[in-house]
């Protein structure tokens, strides 16, 4: 197959495999399409149903740990009887701050099993982010792990939690046999969970698949975080069509998990997947080229979950006599460009690339299910590819007011029809769901969502991942609000007006963030180290603009809106004169000039940010 075709030629070769699998297909289209709102099957009877399948397999591995089926049912009952006994019912969320470990995947089990919704709180954030990302779901209570009090405590005057025990703490530590000492003013929660019963709780109102399990934030396009409700339907989608169908998941495999838990890759799709199979999840909190392998030979891995830049981070590698020395023949996840896909598999000896297109609120996803090379795969969700308004996620509507499909190879925005099968979850804001919907969009009183993103048809409805539109640009795997760090940026009062932007670095994955701004006070050199130490405070390490332009003046058009598209080309060039143009080089704890020297070492593909 080349790489931007897929004929009806590549489906029939690879018909063997995919028949081979029959029992998992027929298993995950039923799962995949499970419609049932009502129906009593949710997280918590997944786990329930491996505990008696495979009461002494592993669940869970984690450094020198191991946590089995039935340990983790018996856990999570512990902690869904400690949260029923705190008067939480169904409805009701908790907000949960803790890096990828054993006692994270054991609380949202536990809180779904009583419909108890978690928020999961991205690690990096703080300050006004993280504050405003609690607020925004009402939280019960925060559950904090010892490796984030600090972030904690930065913003604790400024959270609302409505309990009287607000505040609960696990120790950095295997916490079903040892508690630590909590800070003042926390709740011991391993301690209170030690001490409440390992049977399955009893309901008067059961949780069902419709139910809100839990909340996923993104960026969007609005600015400052929105949350995003996923209901217990979202795993049991992925249960059967990444689980089942993609992967064809069994209790012997591993799948091997660096991606942060707060991401639906990590959450729904790698965890969902291991939940199908009665598989185990080996997890480390951060991820580490330099250990990967190691890790995988380690836990025996036969599958990980991947972002794009994770694989570029390992091809970066020296190559070594040990790439093939493993057993991985899988991986699942999104953002493996063309360039390096056939390099990737071919070094690594990767069989089955399971590439998947989706989002945590949209209403639809692809899945490379016939494992065809450079493609996010199919979907039997209604969507279309319509045309675009360059530079934005907006579409162009017809002198009739509406929207008209680009021809077959074109790039166009994706968006996928909402009705009764395909529901749009939303956000907790109204507003901001309402901004994602295109109403009257072929006919009247249609509605359809919104991804944002354009893709392209390269045959047999594969489509292939072309660009993230809008004001978001993805960095270091991440979805970065521009709108969120110009506000970062106004708060400073450094400057007059901010704009921001992704920008592309020759041999990296995503956009780069890049800020052209306009000093408080021109008149006086511009103190680039001041603004570094500023953002550091106040924005995660992937959202801290790699790029800084300090203009006197930014253009704008005859409306006062920011001529965007024209500062994105310009990038981080020297070409325009009276202009600094500062960096975060690698390794470096603060923002360097650029030099002539500089700008064409990056461009050459010298600097490896």
């Not at 708060?491 to 920008?503: D, F, H, K, L, T």
């Amino acid at each position: 197959m080349s790489q931007d075709i897929v004929t009806a030629r590549d489906i029939l070769r690879s018909l063997p495999t995919v028949l081979k699998k029959f029992p998992y297909v027929a298993k995950g289209l039923y799962y995949y399409r499970l419609k049932d709102d009502n129906k009593d099957l949710t997280l918590g009877r997944l786990v329930e149903r491996n505990a008696d399948k495979y009461p002494n397999r592993p669940a869970i591995l984690f450094d020198d740990r191991t946590v089995t089926w039935s340990e983790l049912d018996a856990w999570s009952n512990r902690i869904a009887h400690y949260l029923k006994d705190q008067g939480l019912v169904k409805g009701d969320a908790i907000a949960v701050l803790l890096d990828n470990r054993p006692e994270l995947l054991a609380t949202v089990v536990g809180a779904a099993k009583v419909g108890v919704a978690c928020a999961m709180l991205n690690t990096s954030q703080k300050g006004k982010v993280l504050a405003h990302s609690i607020n925004l779901i009402q939280p019960r209570m925060l559950v904090v792990g010892a490796e984030l009090v600090d972030h904690a405590e930065g913003v604790r005057d400024e959270i609302q939690l409505r309990h009287t025990k607000p505040l609960q703490y696990l120790a950095d530590a295997n916490t079903l046999n040892t508690f630590g000492e909590e800070p003042q003013g926390y709740t011991n929660m391993a301690l209170e969970v030690s001490q409440r019963s390992s049977t399955r709780p009893m309901l008067s109102n059961n949780v069902t698949m419709g139910d809100t399990a839990v909340y996923l934030y993104t960026s969007g396009t609005t600015g400052l975080p929105k949350a995003a409700p996923g209901s217990h339907r979202k795993f049991i989608r992925a249960y059967g069509g990444f689980g089942m169908l993609s992967l064809a998941m069994e209790p012997e495999d591993v799948l091997y998990c660096t991606l942060p838990l707060y991401h639906g890759t990590a959450l729904l799709v790698c965890w969902g997947s291991v939940l199908a199979g009665g598989s185990a999840i080996a997890l480390r909190r951060k991820f580490s080229a330099s250990a990967f392998w190691d890790d995988v030979r380690k836990y025996n891995a036969t599958t990980f979950g991947y972002v794009g830049e994770l694989c570029r981070y390992l091809l970066n590698q020296p190559a070594s006599s040990q790439d093939r020395n493993h057993g991985l023949t899988k991986m699942i996840g999104n953002g493996l460009r063309p360039s390096i896909w056939t390099e990737f598999k071919e070094r690594f000896g990767i069989d089955k690339v399971a590439e998947l297109y989706a989002s945590s609120e949209g209403n639809i996803g692809f899945s490379n299910f016939f494992n065809m090379d450079n493609t996010v795969g199919f979907s039997t969700a209604p969507y279309k590819l319509v045309k675009y308004h360059e530079g934005t996620r907006d579409p162009i509507r017809n002198d009739k007011g509406r929207l008209e499909e680009v021809k077959k190879g074109q790039p166009g925005l994706l968006i996928g029809e909402i009705n009764k099968k395909w529901a749009f979850e939303g956000y907790t804001q109204k507003e901001a769901t309402e901004k994602s919907i295109l109403r009257d969009a072929f006919k009247k009183g249609d509605a359809w969502f919104n991804t944002g993103d354009v893709l392209k048809e390269i045959g047999c409805r594969h489509l292939q991942f072309v660009d993230r539109m809008g004001d978001t640009f993805r960095w270091k795997g991440e979805n970065v609000s521009t709108t969120e760090v110009e506000n970062i940026i106004d708060g400073s009062g450094m400057v007059q007006e901010a704009i921001v932007y992704g920008v592309e670095i020759p041999k990296t994955n995503g956009k780069a963030g890049m800020v052209t701004l306009v000093p408080q006070n021109p008149e006086v050199e511009f103190d680039a180290d001041k603004l570094f130490a500023y953002l550091q405070d106040n924005l995660p390490p992937y959202a801290i603009p790699v790029f800084v332009r300090v203009t006197h003046a930014i253009e704008k058009t005859g409306t006062f809106k920011y001529r965007k598209v024209d500062i994105q080309k310009l990038g981080y060039s020297l070409s325009r004169p009276h202009e600094e143009v500062y960096a975060w080089l690698p390794g470096s704890s603060s923002y360097t000039q650029l030099t002539p020297e500089l700008v064409a070492d990056i461009d050459s593909g010298g600097v490896r940010f």
